[in-house]
């Protein structure tokens, strides 16, 4: 399984041969100025909510790649009226068996509205099981008693946290939610991108180190291996 990391919340992981892409949000991004969209591989684009600095690319990337997108039924219902048509709607709780593995939604504490004031249905998460290893992709989200949940019937090899607070849990947080998912091993997103959700980047390593787990935090436009 490889990670590439291309800003604020959004990430690309390949399992099995196919490109996962979670909410992309790159032209938009200052701090991403370095990527090019047209170079993004995706098959699938999975959207956690509606609000722009995660979908801003969606639509762009879907018809570059030709990649199916997957979201909540309010999100597939406005990409729909856009005249996108490779889309598979979700909500939370349900599950998906796909080429590379299970897509499973789950529960996140935010809010969700589209960039153009659209209804945009409840943010969800994303757990990803498959031959190659489980994640749990968190979106925004604070930390929630449910997250006790995402560990409950499967182990969890890594996840992707928000650390940023401010909009989400901050990393206090985020290392409790490490405990109630039953998963140590984080990536770190959804910080430094906007002034108010700027971090101490080492001071947020050091934070999970002494709580005995560990945080990532990667470059933009870098690639990490993760092996099951
Ligand atoms: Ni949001
Ligand atoms: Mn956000």
Known sequence: MNITYYGHSCFGVEINGRNLLFDPF???NNLAK?????????????????????????????????????????????????GLENIHPMNIGGKVKLDFGNVKCVVAQHSSSL???????????????????????????????????IGDYRQIDFAFLPIGDNFTMGVENAIIACDF?????????????????????????????????KLTLM??????????
């Not at 998963?183 to 709580?211: E, L, P, W």
């Not at 470059?219 to 099951?228: A, T, Y």
């Open 115 to 149: 960039p153009d004031g659209s209804y945009g249905g409840n943010p969800m998460g994303y757990v990803i099981e498959s031959s190659e290893g489980n994640f749990y992709y968190a979106g925004d989200t604070a930390l929630t008693n449910d997250m006790k949940l």
């Open 34 to 82: 370095n990527i090019d969209i047209t170079s993004v591989k995706a098959d699938y684009i999975l959207i956690s909510h509606g609000h722009s600095d995660h979908i801003a690319d969606a639509e762009e990337i879907a018809k570059l790649t030709g990649a199916k997108l997957i979201c909540n039924w309010e999100i597939y219902d406005w990409l729909q009226k856009k």
């Open 26 to 28: 790159i032209r938009e």
């Open 219 to 228: 470059e933009i436009g870098e690639i990490v291996e993760k092996k099951k």
């Open 181 to 213: 998912i039953a998963c140590s091993n984080i990536i770190g997103m959804h910080y430094d991108t906007f002034g108010n959700i700027k971090i101490d980047k080492q001071d947020a390593v050091s934070k999970f180190n002494r709580a005995g787990k």
